[in-house]
């Protein structure tokens, strides 16, 4: 018998490996009410497993094989891979181009579905036999919005500077190679540039804020 083994502990939520199965436990906040607490995580944990079995025909994601909304857990498959936050600088450029393409491209299946990650960060995708698949949708969502897609992007963009920065500028655009399957990609695109324009006038407005005293 294998022993079950806890492989994450993070803000909401603990990750239990069990066998070539993944259960995602949503954890209690004692600093919450009792009752919104336990609404809120069975909520959390509908919504997510709702989101993986939406996209789960995509194959970029792990599948989902149990919801238990009483219990607050979702068991998955066990995805074997590479964690790109780990591993992305360390592969060969060639192959970097190629596994950014490829997060573009499924980020084009996920943004056509109308899903919206939410947390979309290297840490959040696994490189397993040639194909990136995405996890955790904790924080996921259904979304016709150009915004919310723009949003993604910018969220990807902003991972990559800050993890991967020496060469993030490069990276990104072959992510935006790989999204030119969506069909809406010239509208996210002009969005993104809106929304990163907005950033940059509210960074600028703090910086001028006269100081009191």
């Known amino acids: 018998m294998v022993k ?21 436990r949503r954890i209690k906040k004692g600093y919450r009410n009792e009752i919104l607490d336990l609404m809120l995580r069975k909520l959390r944990t509908r919504k997510e497993g709702k989101i993986l079995e939406k996209i789960s ?17 979702i068991e998955m498959d066990f995805i074997k ?28 299946k996920l943004h056509s579905l109308n899903i ?7 840490s959040n995708m696994i490189f397993s036999e040639n194909n990136v698949f995405f996890i955790d949708f904790g924080l996921g969502y259904e979304s016709q919005r150009i915004e919310d897609k723009a949003v993604d992007l910018r969220l990807l963009k902003q991972a990559l500077n800050s993890r991967h920065f020496l060469n993030s500028r490069l990276f990104f655009n072959k992510v935006l190679e790989g999204y030119k399957d969506y069909k809406d990609r010239e ?9 990163e324009n907005r950033g940059r006038y509210k960074q600028k407005q703090l910086r001028q804020k006269p100081k009191r005293g």
């Open 4 to 24: 079950d083994e806890i492989i994450g502990i993070g803000a909401e939520a603990i990750l239990i490996k069990e066998n070539n199965h993944l259960i995602k």
């Open 187 to 195: 509208k996210v695109i002009i969005q993104l540039n809106k929304v």
């Open 116 to 122: 919206i990650h939410g947390d979309l960060t290297t």
């Open 81 to 108: 891979g590479e964690k790109l936050s780990d591993y992305l600088d360390k592969y060969p450029k060639k192959t970097v181009f190629k596994i950014c393409k490829k997060i573009g491209k499924n980020l084009a």
């Open 57 to 73: 025909k995509l194959k970029i994601s792990p599948e989902i094989l149990n919801m238990n909304e009483q219990e607050k857990t």
